[in-house]
Nanobody, 116 residues
């Protein structure tokens, strides 16, 4: 059973920054990809960013140039640096891990609210 634990959510003003973290039990190398999704009230969960084995990070068009995904192989953690936040970024952010074999795993989510 893969355990993913997100942290770092909170309240930010428009134009502000937040950094989300997602730590996993065990080695991060067992995953083919890890990434972030978000779900705003009344909307479907949507892709935000992902680190995929062997390729460059992928981003949703809505966050390109503002968000940066990264990973720390020693800490078995991925991060989402979110800059120039907009009210439209308000959502619950979920970490997702896609293993080399087996089912995908999701974290419990962390709330991000962008408001003045």
């Amino acid at each position: 059973q893969v355990r993913l634990e997100e942290s770092g959510g909170g309240l930010a003003q428009p134009g502000g920054s937040l950094t989300l973290s997602c730590s996993t039990s065990g080695s991060i190398f067992r995953f083919n990809s890890m990434g972030w999704y978000r779900q705003a009230p009344g909307k479907q969960r949507e892709f935000v960013a992902a680190i995929i084995r062997g390729v460059r990070p992928h981003y949703a068009d809505s966050v390109k140039g503002r968000f940066t995904i990264s990973k720390d192989n020693v800490k078995n953690t991925i991060y989402l640096q979110m800059n120039n936040l907009e009210p439209e970024d308000t959502a619950v952010y979920y970490c997702k891990a896609v293993p080399l074999g087996g089912e995908d795993s999701w974290g419990q989510g962390t709330q991000v609210t962008v408001s003045s």
